[in-house]
T-cell receptor, first 115, second 112 residues
Framework: AQSVTQLGSHVSVSEGALVLLRCNYS??????LFWYVQYPNQGLQLLLK??????LVKGINGFEAEFKKSETSFHLTKPSAHMSDAAEYFC?????????????FGKGTHLIIQP | GAGVSQSPSNKVTEKGKDVELRCDPI?????LYWYRQSLGQGLEFLIY????????KSGLPSDRFSAERTGGSVSTLTIQRTQQEDSAVYLC??????????FGNGTRLTVT
């Protein structure tokens, strides 16, 4: 069994400020972890993924996330927020490469960018 | 290349009517998923097809929901006797085996 908890349904930051979106997971097997972004009226787009190897992974649009096994966390960060980053962000966990039915999503965090 | 295509993009229907939602996956993707996205509820898994294997229907919320995938490609999600609680965005995704999912833009269903 696996689950994902995203802390904060809404996060607001100023343009140029650090973005931090929190994700904690539980998994009975070594996890594969993902962040997806959803812009208004669109589907989900893969931002980045962790499977094995380096625990700090870099994704598109300047985002990165660090897998911390001891904290069961996979928080998403970006050093400097841009207005175009405003969207819904979903963390997901899988027991495999993400293509099987074991993919579980968090409830999402709505990122608001203040000018 | 072409992504996952879903149609219609919006559907308004009266309570009690049947609806069909269509998904055209990325060519060559063997796995196809349906999810339901309700406001504030994240993504709810509905059904999963992988190649020629029997689909995993464990997420379907009731027997009013069914889905089929013809020829290992196009999929149709059918909701019979729609209810107001069925109103949501229905997302389709496809992938290669053990690879990240590629999502369509969804169908927004409104039951009046």
């Amino acid at each position: 069994a696996q689950s994902v908890t995203q802390l904060g349904s809404h996060v607001s930051v100023s343009e140029g400020a650090l973005v931090l979106l929190r994700c904690n997971y539980s998994s009975s097997v070594p996890p594969y972890l993902f962040w997806y972004v959803q812009y208004p009226n669109q589907g989900l787009q893969l931002l980045l993924k962790y499977t094995t190897g380096a625990t700090l992974v870099k994704g598109i649009n300047g985002f990165e996330a660090e897998f911390k096994k001891s904290e069961t966390s996979f928080h998403l960060t970006k050093p400097s927020a841009h207005m175009s980053d405003a969207a819904e962000y979903f963390c997901a966990v899988s027991g495999s490469g993400g293509g099987a039915d074991g993919l579980t999503f968090g409830k999402g965090t709505h990122l608001i960018i203040q000018p | 290349g072409a992504g996952v295509s879903q149609s219609p993009s919006n559907k308004v229907t009266e309570k009690g009517k049947d609806v069909e939602l269509r998904c055209d996956p990325i060519s060559g993707h063997t796995a196809l998923y349906w999810y339901r996205q309700s406001l504030g509820q994240g993504l709810e898994f509905l059904i999963y097809f992988q190649g020629n294997s029997a689909p995993d229907k464990s997420g379907l919320p009731s027997d009013r929901f069914s889905a089929e995938r013809t020829g290992g490609s196009v999929s149709t999600l059918t909701i019979q006797r729609t209810q107001q609680e069925d109103s949501a965005v229905y997302l389709c995704a496809s992938s290669l085996l053990n690879s990240p999912l590629h999502f369509g833009n969804g169908t927004r269903l409104t039951v009046t």
